[in-house]
């Protein structure tokens, strides 16, 4: 069978996208621009995704989710970011929060943690950069100390999603100060009533401004032995083969995004009139729908091919997470800007979504490895 078998959406996935897209548009769509402009955790979306089994689609069964596959997964993301960006980092960050568990954790970890995440009883969060290290991951300061059959954890992680939200965060700290860096470091689950954890205040951001981003802080906070992930010391091994599976996910963000941009626009042009006839009868502005377009189609194309990778654990996955955000980010940046521009004065004001989507678009360069650190990836992986 060819790639192209592999990844292209059957049956199923059109069932998945035509239904959570009635849910964006009826339940989540409606609230998007409060949602920006109060910096309030869209729970009206939170519930509405329980309730349909789209908070944390990628689960598997064993642990009572819905065991979409990793197209699945993205065409949920892809529906919600569609219409509200911050929404769609309610299923993203689930899978990014959960995804150590599910490639190194133990049986009763899994068990343990996966559930409640499946059951919409529990939210996750992802806790690995720094202050002082957020391209340079393994220069992290962190530190859990073993202490009999538990660790005593202590610092900071920075730019968290969700934090404050979610019940659970998979948390990388060293756990062999002397040891060969990017080899000693661990991965815990914490909790978030575990005493001596604490949030620091929110970001105030661009962007994605339902989504709260704050610190968590540590102060000599226990945690027992049971929570660890993986082996000590594979914790950085563990998170970066993560952000492989997990860039997909961004990527489909990215493309909702641009998706939603390039709908609004299109109805735009259509009803808007200058000199006598509709905006979109000139050809200057039918080039650029058609570089929107061509562009989004080739973002989603990559995307695809990623998610299909990522199912099946393939080699080159690494090159093809990294490319597939990258360009995907790079692809919705691009055509927000575009959207506002076609809009004119219009699109420049809050009275209309294109500007949200604009400045929602721009993290998708930014986390999870900017689109510098993603074209390291990618080159490091042509020149093995």
Partial sequence: MSDFDLYRPNDEHDAIREAVRAVAEDKIAP??????????????????????????????????????????????????????ASSSLIPAVNKLGSMPLILAGSEDVKQRYLTPLAAGEAMFSYGLSEREAGSDTASMRARAVRDGDDWVLSGQKSWITNAGISQYYTVMAVTDPDGARGRNVSAFVVHADDPGFSLGEPERKLGIKGSPTRELLFDNMRIPGDRLVGEVGEGLRIALRTL?????????????????????????????????????????????????????????????????????????????????????????????????????????????????????????????????????????????
């Fill in 31 to 84: 609230h998007a621009a409060e949602t920006d402009e109060t910096a309030q955790f869209p729970q009206r979306a939170y519930d509405a995704l329980r309730a349909s089994d789209f908070h944390a689609p990628h689960v598997g069964e064993a642990y009572g989710g819905a065991g979409a596959d990793a197209l699945a997964t993205c065409i949920v993301i892809e529906e919600v970011a569609r219409v509200c």
């Fill in 244 to 384: 492989d599976h997990t860039r997909v996910t961004i990527g489909a963000q990215a493309v909702g995004i641009a998706q939603g941009a390039l709908d609004y626009a299109l109805g735009y042009v259509k009803e808007r009139r200058q000199f006598g006839k509709a905006v979109a009868e000139f050809q200057g502005v039918q080039f650029m729908l058609a570089d929107m377009a061509m562009k989004l189609e080739s973002a989603r194309q990559m995307v695809y091919v990623a998610a299909a990778k990522s199912e099946r654990g393939d080699a080159d996955l690494s090159f093809f997470g990294a490319a597939a955000k990258c360009l995907a980010s790079d692809v919705a940046m691009e055509i927000t800007t575009d959207a506002v521009q076609l809009l004119g004065g219009a699109g420049y004001t809050r009275d209309y979504p294109v500007e949200r989507m604009m400045r929602d678009a721009k993290i998708t360069q930014i986390y999870e490895g900017t689109n510098q650190i993603q074209r390291l990836v990618m080159a490091r992986q042509l020149l093995k």
